[in-house]
Structures are given as C-alpha cells and as structure tokens.
C-alpha cells in the first residue's frame, strides 16, 4: 500500500469513528468510490461517506491530498468541478500541511471544508492548562555571636561567613557576609552558661512562638550571658533569632493527550480543531 492510499484509509477511518461519536444513523463510509455526475462522467472520490440526520441523507465526498508542501487553488477548484457535476454531494478535502491562501478563499466562498488532518506532533495534542501556585514557609534558627567573646577567642565571624556564602547554592550569594545573624550547627538543643548551667531549652523557645506566625515577622530571644555547643566548640551568643523565609512558586501544568490521541483534524476555515482518541484496536495494533 503506498503513501497516497494509506492517508485516504486514514481518513475513512478518522471520519467514521466521527460518526459513531456524533450519534447519527450511518449508511456506509467506502473508500475509492466512482459516482457519475450529471454529465455521465465518472469520477473517482477518495472517500465517500453518507449519513442519515432528521430522515435527510446527507453525501459526503471526501478529495485527499498527501503532499509535504500545501494545496493551491488549482487542486481545490478542480474538486468543485467535480462537486458541481455530482450536484448533490458536499465537499471537504483534506492534507495534511494546509492550504495557500487563494485555495483558502475559493474553498469558503463555494462551501467546499478545507481541513488539516494529521497525526499529532509533541505539544499540539494539550487539552487542559492551569498555573499552580505554591506558597511554602521556611523557618530558620540563627545565632548572633557575641563579638567581644569572637575576638577574645580568636573565632573569626566573616571568614565563617564566607564560607557559608560559599556552600549557598548561589555562587555568587552574599547572603551573610553582612547578616547579623547565621546559623550554626548545634550538637544539643541547650543553652547554658559561663559555669555549664543549663539556662533554657531551644526547643522549646520555639514552641513559645505563636502558633500562626505573622509573615515575615522574626522573633529575637536576647541573652546575657549563654554559650551553645556545637562542632567548633562553645561559642558564646547575644541572641537567637528565629527568621521566616517565604517562597512563592509558579508552575505551568499542562494535559498532554498525545499518547491518547490519534488524529488532529482542524477547519483551516473555521479553525475548529478536533482531536480523534485512539480505540481499542489501535492499543491492540500497537503491542504486536
């Protein structure tokens, strides 16, 4: 079978599984057709396809053009001459890249449907769009170290700034080269004093804080004299701040019927696009 006959079987097929769908009486939906014009001459229709709506017959011929480049006038005003001499019949053609503008014109000024059907190509087959928006809170604890304690201890504050602003996921951050406050890898939740004595808990400082926090309110605990402990000794701090950072993310969600969907068809005068579902017997086909 070449290409020419397989598009025109492709057709047949996407219009009768439009008939099934549009719930009316179908009589027959052929493919290579002769009917005899008004003239005596034969001619032959690539698919031809009648149905019954109201008690009406309605004939449907159908001209199919499997070019890789789109149809001129010429081809469309021969298939009204052909329409002309069945008197009768309605008209659509079909290809697949579309039409120039003058076969456009001519196909709309004599009611002759000029279509666009083809399989799907990634992207065209989307039948539903939202944007989705996430808000999310990130709660932060963080140290200010006791400056004097810093010096008198040989901790140098910016050089553990630096290195904080180095591990950020942003190379070029510098997020806490002036901050005041920085987080500090803790090994217990307590905060004690000069003599080791425990003064309070962090956990539960935090859960003093309000159970519905203001955005992008910050809550300061000052203290007098209090050292945690962590990986680089005790080190001695002024105040814990627990910070709140706020994020807001977009995202574009989209519905691809691709993998679902067999055909495109779209009125390039009307520019009413339908997409055909693949049946059964396509999955059926597609796993031999």
């Given amino acids: 079978m ?3 006959i397989e598009y025109e079987k492709f057709t047949q097929e996407i219009y009768n599984e439009i008939l099934k769908n549009l719930y009316v009486k179908n009589i027959d939906v ?7 014009g008004k003239s005596g001459q034969k001619h032959q229709i690539d698919v031809y396809w009648e149905y019954q709506y109201d008690n009406t017959t309605f004939k449907i011929a159908i001209e199919c053009k499997n070019y890789n480049h789109t149809v001129s006038i010429g081809k469309v005003r021969d298939f009204f001459g052909v329409l002309y001499d069945l008197g009768d019949v309605k008209g659509i053609m079909v290809t697949r890249k579309g039409y120039q503008e003058g076969a456009r014109k001519f196909g709309e000024h004599y009611g002759i449907d000029l279509m666009k059907l083809r399989e ?17 809170s990130v709660r932060h ?6 400056e004097d304690w810093a010096k008198a201890y040989d901790f140098n504050i910016q050089l ?14 510098n997020k806490w080269i002036n901050a005041t406050h920085i987080p500090l ?11 080791d004595e425990i003064i309070t808990d962090i956990q539960k400082l935090e859960e003093e804080l309000p159970e519905n926090c203001e955005q992008n309110k910050d809550y300061v605990f000052p203290f007098d004299d209090a050292y945690i402990k962590t990986d680089c000794g005790n080190i001695k701090i002024k105040e814990i701040k627990f910070e709140y950072e706020n ?13 679902i969907t067999k055909a495109i068809l779209k009125n390039t005068i009307s520019k009413e696009v339908q997409l055909i579902g693949k049946t059964y017997m396509d999955y059926k086909s597609q796993m031999k």
């Fill in 2 to 4: 070449n290409d020419n």
């Fill in 30 to 36: 052929k493919h290579n057709v002769k009917l005899t």
């Fill in 120 to 136: 799907p190509e990634e992207g065209e087959a989307i039948v539903a769009e939202t944007t989705l928006t996430i808000d999310s």
């Fill in 141 to 146: 604890r963080l140290f200010q170290v006791d």
């Fill in 160 to 173: 553990y700034k630096k290195r904080l602003d180095c591990l950020s996921l942003s190379p070029s951050s």
């Fill in 185 to 195: 890898t803790t090994k217990e939740n307590k905060i004690r004093n000069a003599k």
């Fill in 247 to 259: 994020h807001t993310e977009t995202k574009q969600i989209k519905i691809d019927a691709q993998n």
